[in-house]
């Protein structure tokens, strides 16, 4: 009996955890979310053998059991316990995670906010199928209820523009423009804007889809030479609300579909440890710590925000400030086989959620929509420095982590800030540069 006992709990349920039937509902309208989704074991998992060792126990909690042997060789389960904000089970489907992720985050962008979601997990675990699925990923049932509130009396003045494209080894190439590559400047008011991306109206959801699925296939069959393996990538897709009334497109606001680049370890692609591997790995581990620091000063409205970390937070940047949202969803395979992963993918989602519940309120200051003074100034500005205390913890707390070694470079995260100086493309721009008419606008 002994054996089955809880050798250790990670984290054991906090805040409204406990016993599933006492969770309360987690608040839709919270500003950050993190979100848990199990996909059902494949057939080949089944054919294989291989167990479902992933229990939600609630809607908000789930438990993961592994089983381990003693070095006695005594067989026994461990189990770790974890609470979010949301769990979908292997039940769940697409409209109903749709329902409880990004609806909410769609009203959000009406009121003139930015809302960004995130599917963060191992390659396979169901990031592609919950996001950018061609009949009902959440982007498709995103823009059926865009246009729907776009027809609406009150928000007929506006339109909805798509940018789509991918960030592999921190460069930036556009997936609507034969992987052009791109680059990400900020103007003189510190927005950052990408530079001849292209931008295609939208004026239905079938419009979107079919942008989406010309951008999708110029993805896997880029024509830029060695081509990246697209879960080694960060696919985004934005669509922005832009005012029209005026005698220029204003942007409203902004909903960002992100399908991040798998986390899982080097090792479990079976890769030899090549240049390149290393390389992707290094860059995946640090926009993945960057984007959690990000999420963290978003909750906490902090001063400092660590959008220089990675090309990915600095392209997202005016999704970290001001009026902004974010909805993660951790995407987590059920078998026995990707445990670690698993844990992995848990515990960094953990992580993103207690640094929601655990800022004490001195860290906090205010922001304001456009608050600049708030942010991060000038990308090229050497002496740009965040809390060191507070570094000095984040990077303890990131050594107890398992990303990095297996790329066979070690840990990343406390060279993060300085890898990414090697090859930062950003640089200031004049003052007449204007977000929208640098945007190689398509209009139509
Ligand atoms: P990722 O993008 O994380 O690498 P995918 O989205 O491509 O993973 O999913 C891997 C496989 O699992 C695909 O065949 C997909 O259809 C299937 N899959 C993922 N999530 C689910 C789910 N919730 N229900 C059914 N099948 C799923
Ligand atoms: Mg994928």
């Known amino acids: 009996m002994g054996g089955l006992r809880p050798k250790t709990a990670q984290r054991p349920t906090r805040g409204e955890g406990g016993p599933a039937g006492r969770e309360t509902p987690s608040n839709l309208n919270d500003k950050i979310r993190v979100c848990v989704r199990k996909r059902p074991l494949s057939g080949k998992e089944k054919a294989k053998g291989d167990k479902d060792i992933v229990q939600p126990t609630g809607s908000r909690s789930l438990a993961v059991l592994e089983p381990k042997v003693k070095v006695d060789l005594t067989k026994y389960i461990e189990e770790s316990r974890f609470t979010f904000d949301e769990v979908f089970d ?67 003045h506006m339109q909805a523009f798509v940018t789509f494209y991918e960030i592999y080894l921190a460069n930036l190439f556009d997936l609507l423009n034969d992987r052009k590559k791109l680059f990400a400047r900020e103007d003189a008011s510190q927005n950052v804007c990408i530079q001849g991306v292209r931008e295609v109206l939208i004026q239905s959801p079938e419009d979107l889809m079919s942008v989406f699925e010309y951008g999708h296939s110029c993805r896997s069959t880029g024509s ?23 005698r220029r497109p204003v942007q409203h606001g902004k909903l960002s579909f992100i399908d991040l680049a798998g986390n899982e370890r080097g090792a479990d692609r079976g890769d030899s440890a090549n240049k390149q591997t290393m390389m992707e790995g ?36 005016d999704s970290f400030i001001g009026n902004s949202r974010a909805c993660m969803i951790a995407t987590i395979s059920p078998n026995t086989s990707n445990s670690d992963n698993t844990l992995n993918t848990l515990r960094y989602a953990d992580r993103v959620k207690a640094m929601k519940s655990n ?65 930062d493309e950003y640089e200031l721009v004049g003052e007449a540069d204007d977000e929208f008419a640098t945007a190689g606008t398509t209009y139509g």
């Not at 749709?98 to 960004?116: C, D, M, Q, S």
């Not at 830029?224 to 005026?246: V, W, Y």
């Open 224 to 246: 830029t030479g060695a081509n990246a393996d697209s879960s080694r990538s960060h696919a985004i897709l934005q669509i922005a609300l832009k005012d029209m009334s005026g």
């Open 282 to 317: 290094a860059e995946i581990n640090k926009s993945l710590l960057a984007l959690k620091e990000c999420i963290r000063a978003l909750d906490l409205n902090k001063r400092h925000q660590p959008f220089r970390q990675s090309k990915l937070t600095q392209v997202l940047k």
């Open 359 to 423: 800022g004490s309120a001195g860290e906090t200051e205010p922001t304001g929509v456009g608050s600049d003074e708030y942010c991060d100034t000038g990308l090229d500005d050497p002496a740009y420095e965040d809390d060191p205390k507070e570094r000095a913890q984040e990077a303890a707390t990131d050594a107890g982590y398992e990303w990095g070694a297996a790329y066979g470079r070690g840990p990343v995260h406390g060279s993060a800030r300085d890898a990414f100086r090697e090859e």
């Open 90 to 156: 292997e039940h769940a489907d697409n409209t109903q995670v749709y329902a409880r992720t990004a609806k909410p985050l769609v009203e959000y962008i009406f009121g003139g906010g930015n809302a960004t979601c995130f599917a963060y997990g191992q390659t396979g675990s169901g990031k592609t199928y919950t996001m950018m699925d061609t009949h009902n990923g959440l982007y498709i049932q995103a823009a059926e209820d865009l246009f729907a509130l776009l027809r609406q009396p009150g928000n007929q």
